[in-house]
């Protein structure tokens, strides 16, 4: 099994609405990650957890909550967001010694009204 | 600091057409290499991968080879596919542990019947 599943694939919120984003992974990898993408543009890197800490927070506005209930799950909590929020979020897995090869997730595409 | 120049696209070939899509990266060390495609409506999958220089990866007829005394590390197909149309990303990483990904803008390949 080497996918990263991503669900809802598609999710429309209001500003005022409270949301999830789910990813699972049942490679063993040690090290999750959320990325933002906007139409035309790279990934951007959200958080990291590497043996479900949090490593990394690259200053993402706390209307964006991280979960790391165990190794193989990762969720995405949303409340109050903006429509400049809306986007492709994609989550990724790697495993320790495989030089940082990352495994994407098909992604959310979330809409903010 | 790290950062990776990918050739601005769109790139638009005729099936069969040979595909080069530029890469050169500026690092403080000697990252691992990488290649991610989106397709249209989908996360990013790994295409091909280098470790070290002079390394050639290979994945799908693509191909890109680790040039450390150019910091490059050009794509290249023989003959283009319909299928193929979709966005390239050029990426590096020089962390162990977790990755840290660095990735380019990104170049979109269109291809006609």
């Known amino acids: 099994d080497t996918e990263v599943t991503q669900t809802p694939k598609h999710l429309v919120m209001g500003m005022t609405n409270k949301k999830s984003l789910k990813c699972e992974q049942h490679m063993g990898h040690r090290a999750m990650y959320w990325y933002k993408q906007k139409a035309k543009k790279p990934p951007e890197l959200m958080f990291v957890?590497?043996?479900?800490?949090?490593?990394i927070n690259e200053s993402v506005p706390s209307r964006f909550s991280p979960e790391c209930p165990n190794s193989s799950l990762l969720n995405l909590h949303l409340h109050a967001l903006q429509p400049e929020d809306s986007a492709l979020y994609l989550c990724?897995?790697?495993?320790?010694?495989?030089?940082?090869?990352?495994?994407f997730g098909e992604g959310s595409r979330l809409t903010v009204l | 600091g790290n950062s990776v120049t990918q050739m601005e696209g769109p790139v638009t070939l005729s099936e069969e057409a040979f595909l080069t899509i530029n890469c050169t990266y500026t690092a403080t060390g000697y990252p691992s290499l990488f290649w991610y495609v989106q397709y249209p409506g989908e996360g990013l999958q790994l295409l091909l991968k280098a470790t070290k220089a002079d390394d050639k990866g290979s994945n799908k007829g693509f191909e890109a080879t680790y040039r450390k005394e150019t910091t490059s590390f050009h794509l290249e197909k023989g003959s283009v596919q319909v299928s193929d149309s979709a966005v390239y990303f050029c990426?590096?990483?020089?962390?162990?542990?977790?990755?840290?990904?660095?990735f380019g803008k990104g170049t979109m390949l269109l291809v006609s019947p």
């Open positions: 957890y590497s043996y479900e800490k949090l490593s």
């Open positions: 990724a897995s790697s495993q320790e010694g495989q030089h940082g090869e990352l495994f």
């Open positions: 990426a590096l990483n020089l962390r162990s542990g977790y990755s840290t990904l660095t």
